[in-house]
């Protein structure tokens, strides 16, 4: 069931919304003086949502994020309004490998950011092809990096070398970041611990049963509060629901407080994934901070087919694992033994007995099998990878 | 150099470091101020190593002054540098203080008036293993800073931070200097009775340096918190008004910690739970090694109370005594407190309250009582700028209802 993407001001609500036919549903971001305040998911019907039937459904569920940017537009105030801040300029780099389709999308959006000053990078990792260079060529303000070793982590590191300004903010190829996306994570980075941001990515399209899967099951918003993580308040080592490599930001500095990204992890070697979560790990082993900016809104295109989306779950377990092997195996984080037991335990294992009964709500079994599949392949993938990069 | 050309005396307490108050001194040669209208004043401290063979040495290009005193801490020597100081304004630093070249000329610049007392800022360097404790401690001290920052913070006592902050000379004459009874929060004490006489804490971040603290640690943090409890019940004797604000993060749950068994025997037998106490430091050390943080956490927080509690029945003798001192009571609201309508709009009401600086409020909107802002113990006057924060953390949830009220009216 195709479901629309839509994006809509509750203050200047349209009293009938008309979508394409073919769908039956609309996921809404709804935002409220400009500011994301929820999402919620309506029945379409003949191509006609009439918003004045749902608009209680609508306030109700964005309710309490609605009041406080209510009140704050009241006192004109914020809690990171500080006396003395001047924003740092940012670099925003672009880790892309043969998706020049998406890649064009994403720079078409950056290039509506209000200008602060920012520089555009785009790292292109072990292309097969010159498309990506011919495209970044057409755009005069946009840097081209050309990275021969492929992998994610390989080029974000490259990325943090090359970077320009004081924060080095990194969106993927086939996300499309709001206008506000940069100044919302910048504005966080005020104080000197406060060492990474991550922002709310929501599905650019849900066209596919695959999309809707995914955005179900491991979506990359992480609801709608600003939130605080640090060494002492949080698991360093539960970084899962922190963010995501879609849609994060560092001060250089990072290199110094913590090291480079592993580039035993991530796309491009054995563990698919997590290089992300376990930089966020590092950074708050290390006692700085990470804030969760939902105002930092970016729109990710998920995968169409089922057969990628089970991949890229299956790469999230093996990412999981893996990154989770690094941190007992390297940093000694004796911690992360009663962690599989915990996931399995209180996540997986309820899941997969939802799922067998059929219960409304409940993933498909062949993801959540794949999931568990990669986390079993995980620590293995890890050494293999470790071991391939120290070949190299 | 005449003394009448001296605009600034930076006064430097100092007890046998002599290798940071070389470092500090060399620095402050190098400052962006002019040299010629500073002078710099050391006061070695009980010093046994060759602190004064130093000072006596060396060759300053300011005006420089050295003096020695005996005192048991750092109030001494800072009341006997200011006496011997010529400038209009007085910049105390701490002897591990690295400043940067540009800290003398950031703390004039942000005096604007003789009753200006200006924080600087003053990030904890750190080893390339941090311990839990110096991640926490310098969390802490960044938390400091970053609540100075935030628009609309009302300053307290508690932000006289006496390793990095200048004064006007007559104010801090006026105030009479540091109190040379307290073996520490001697701070906190002239910060309480400053804000008595009307002084304007500021905070500036360009007024920097590093602090190169290498000798606290958690033993030592766990040692102070029992001079921390025998200071603050002295603190709360000359200064009745400020109990409520007195290390909430422990008295919070005062009579909590009354039942407890821990208290029982801490009463009957203080010599056995000391020895439990410092059994239980060893534990600290083995979840910190197998980097438990979460029970880490759990058990350095019970031992800093633990240690807080014995520093308070120190001097407070009895449980009875105990009892009445954590006895919180609600801040108060006199009825003829200031009434303030938001309906005359948040700026007007600014002014209002910058014009007269009142310790509670009450806030109304078309003449309903939304809620009261009681006093606080140890915190500077209300004033204008500090409404939006306080209505926005303290009033929230009555102002909105109030707010979409009024719109419901408007619309109707």
Not at chain 2, 99 to 108: K, N, R
Not at chain 2, 156 to 161: A, F, M, N, V
Request: aromatic share 10%; glycine share 6%; with cysteine.
């Amino acid at each position: 069931m195709p479901t629309a993407v839509l994006d809509l001001e509750l203050t200047n609500l349209p009293p009938v919304i008309t979508v394409k036919d073919h769908y039956t549903h609309a996921f809404i971001l709804m935002r409220y003086k400009g500011k994301p305040v929820g999402k919620i998911t309506l029945p379409v019907t003949n191509g006609c949502l009439k918003t004045e039937e749902y608009a209680e459904q609508m306030l109700t569920s964005a309710e309490a994020i609605v009041k406080k940017v209510f009140l704050h537009d009241y006192l004109q105030w914020s809690k990171t309004d500080l006396v003395d801040f001047v924003p740092p300029k940012a670099t925003v780099a672009i880790c892309t490998r043969n998706r020049t389709e998406d890649l064009k999308r994403c720079l078409e959006s950056l290039m509506q950011l209000p200008d602060d000053g920012q520089e555009i990078l785009v790292i292109d990792n072990a292309p097969s092809n010159d498309d990506t260079k011919i495209l970044v060529g057409s755009y005069p303000t946009v840097r081209y990096v050309l990275e021969p070793r492929a992998g994610l982590d390989i080029a974000r590191n490259r990325a943090i070398m090359e970077a320009r300004n004081e924060i080095l903010a990194f969106t993927d190829d086939d996300a499309v970041p709001d206008a506000m996306w940069l100044r919302a994570l910048i504005k966080n980075f005020n104080t000197p611990l406060v060492m990474c941001v991550t922002g709310m990515t929501m599905p650019l399209e849900l066209e596919t049963e695959a999309q809707e899967i995914f955005e179900r099951y491991s979506p990359f918003g992480k609801g709608f509060k600003r939130k605080k993580y640090t060494h002492n308040s949080h698991n360093p080592l539960q970084t899962g629901q922190i963010g995501a490599g879609a849609n994060m930001a560092f001060r250089k500095s990072v290199l110094q407080a913590v090291g480079y990204f592993d580039e035993a992890l991530d796309a491009g070697t054995p563990t698919e994934s997590g290089g992300d979560h376990e930089y966020f790990a590092r950074i708050l082993i290390k006692g700085y901070q990470i804030i969760y900016e939902p105002e930092a809104l970016s729109w990710h295109r998920h995968r169409r087919t089922m057969k990628e989306t089970r991949k890229a779950i299956r790469g999230y377990g093996i990412g999981v694992y893996a990154f989770w092997t690094r941190l007992l195996v390297k940093e000694k984080e004796w911690g992360i033994l009663k962690m599989p037991y915990a996931w399995f335990i209180h996540m997986q294992l309820p899941n997969l007995w939802r799922s067998m009964l059929k219960r409304p709500g409940s993933h498909p079994l062949h993801i959540l099998l794949a999931e568990i599949e990669g986390c079993v392949l995980g620590p293995w993938k890890y050494f293999k990878s470790d071991k391939e990069k120290n070949k190299v | 150099m005449t003394n009448e050309s001296i605009h600034v005396s930076v006064i430097i307490p100092t007890h046998n470091r002599s290798g940071s108050i070389l470092r500090l001194l060399n620095k402050l040669g190098e400052q962006t101020f002019p040299l010629s209208q500073m002078e710099v004043i050391v006061v070695a401290n009980s010093c046994s190593d060759n602190t004064f063979e130093i000072l006596k040495q060396y060759k300053a290009p300011y005006h420089f002054q050295y003096a020695e005193t005996n005192g048991a801490g750092p109030a001494v020597p800072r009341n006997k540098g200011a006496a011997l100081a010529s400038g209009n304004i007085f910049i105390f630093l701490d002897d591990d203080v690295d400043p940067s070249t540009s800290l003398v000329e950031a703390h004039i610049s942000a005096h604007s008036n003789p009753m200006s007392v200006v924080m600087g800022y003053l990030p904890l360097t750190m080893p390339d293993n941090p311990d839990f404790f110096r991640l926490n401690l310098r969390a802490w001290w960044e938390k400091k800073f970053y609540q100075m920052r935030v628009r609309g913070y009302r300053f307290s006592y508690e932000d006289l931070l006496s390793g990095n902050f200048s004064i006007s000379s007559t104010l801090f004459r006026q105030a009479q200097g540091f109190i040379t009874t307290f073996t520490c929060r001697d701070d906190y004490e002239l910060g309480m009775r400053l804000l008595q006489l009307g002084a304007e804490f500021k905070f500036s971040k360009d007024a920097w340096g590093y602090h190169c603290d290498e000798v606290t640690n958690l033993i030592r943090s766990l040692r102070r918190k029992r001079e921390e409890g025998r200071t603050d019940v002295k603190l709360w004797r000359l200064h009745p008004g400020i109990q409520n604000e007195l290390q909430k993060e422990y008295t919070a749950k005062g009579y909590d910690f009354l039942q407890s068994k821990t208290a029982f025997f801490l009463i009957k037998w203080p010599m056995i739970t000391d020895r439990i106490s410092k059994f239980l430091e060893n534990e600290l050390l083995i979840l910190e090694r197998i980097k438990m943080r979460y029970r880490w956490e759990k058990l350095s927080y019970k031992l800093h109370t633990y240690w807080y509690y014995r520093g308070l029945l120190d001097e407070l003798g009895t449980k009875e005594n105990l009892r009445s001192y954590l006895n919180h009571y609600p801040g108060k609201v006199k009825s003829d407190t200031l009434e303030i309508d938001l309906q005359m709009g948040l700026c007007a009401a600014e002014r209002i309250l910058d014009d007269k600086r009142t310790e509670s409020i009450r806030v109304k909107l078309n003449s309903q009582v939304i809620g009261e802002i009681p006093f606080k113990g140890g915190a500077e006057p209300i004033k204008g700028a500090h409404l939006r924060r306080m209505l926005a953390k303290e009033l929230s949830k009555p102002l909105i209802k109030a707010l979409s009220l009024e719109k419901l009216k408007e619309q109707n």
